[in-house]
């Protein structure tokens, strides 16, 4: 029979913040013997947990990218403004000195600045919404791998309290003390899937807000697409 690979969990467990008031990982002698069932279900349950933290990981790569646009952004903005102030100074030394084709030119370095500055305000923005929404996105991630692994647990609490039962007969008491309390993973499974949803009603506002800066994008012109 197939041996279900222990994941080395902590530094996922830690990520996740599944620590607290979280039921102790079974021992792997009370669940050697799985049947096939049992097995492939664990099994399926790590490839979920491995493939959420993958995913986390392009979400981090995708934050690191958001904040370094915002930190651009910042700086044009910045320079911006600088310019807007020299432009400003360059019309007045033209109306002083009456010089009505330099006062033109000036007008329209002074739009052009000015769109700049309209551009670079919603693409800055729209990196601050989508940085938002990547946070939640990782905060999401990170309840739903701890979902997975209070899963995980709960699956092996049921086949090592199953092992004990058939070695130390039925228990006079549902949670006996000297066997595994199935409840205890089964309250805290129940802790990390009520987080979970918590999470997920916050990501949809950050979406939808997201979803605000991108129309506000697209109703100036701007290709939302060429945005990473």
Partial sequence: MKKTAYLPLAALLLAAGCFSSMPPRVSPEYISGKSQGETEKLEQIEREIIKISNDKEELQKSLKISKLQIAVLERELTQID???KLLA??????????DQ???????????ANN???ETSSLKLEYYTAKKKHTEQQIATAEAQQ???????YLEEAK???????SIM????EETPKDRINIKEYEDYKLKTEERLASMKKEEQLTSAELAKKEEKLK???????QLK
Avoid at 89 to 98: E, G, S, T
Avoid at 101 to 111: L, P, T
Avoid at 219 to 225: E, L, P, R
């Fill in 101 to 111: 084709a330099g006062m033109a030119e000036v007008k329209n370095e002074i739009d």
């Fill in 169 to 172: 007969g039925p228990a006079a």
């Fill in 115 to 117: 769109k700049a500055r």
């Fill in 146 to 152: 701890a979902a997975k692994i209070a899963e995980q």
């Fill in 89 to 98: 100074d360059k019309q007045k030394l033209n109306a002083a000195q009456n």
């Fill in 82 to 84: 600088a310019q807007s």
């Fill in 219 to 225: 109703a100036a012109g701007i290709d939302v697409s």
């Fill in 159 to 165: 086949i090592g309290r199953a092992k004990q039962d």
